[in-house]
């Protein structure tokens, strides 16, 4: 069984990638995600207190091994 581990993923982001990130972890669509926050910081600014925390928190998604480097050729 393959461990989750999550990730923010910056190259499928709008702004930082924590929805890309988390959609992916939570096999959902990271718009709902993006709705959800933005929903969550209408009433008192949680969502943006929390989306900055993720942002600071969840670490880069790393290169992956099998994708060849672009920048090789």
């Known amino acids: 069984m393959e461990v989750k581990k999550l990730y923010r993923i910056p190259s ?3 702004l930082a990638g924590v929805c890309a990130g988390l959609g992916k ?3 959902i669509d990271p718009v709902i995600l993006r709705a ?13 207190l929390l989306y900055l ?3 600071l928190i969840v670490p ?3 290169p992956d ?3 060849p480097n672009k920048e090789a050729d």
Do not use: D, R
Not at 36 to 48: C, D, E, R, T, V
């Open 36 to 48: 959800l926050f933005a929903a969550l910081s209408l009433p008192g600014g949680f969502g943006i």
């Open 25 to 27: 972890y939570l096999s």
């Open 65 to 67: 091994e099998e994708t």
């Open 53 to 55: 925390a993720m942002w």
């Open 60 to 62: 880069i998604e790393p």
């Open 12 to 14: 499928e982001g709008s």
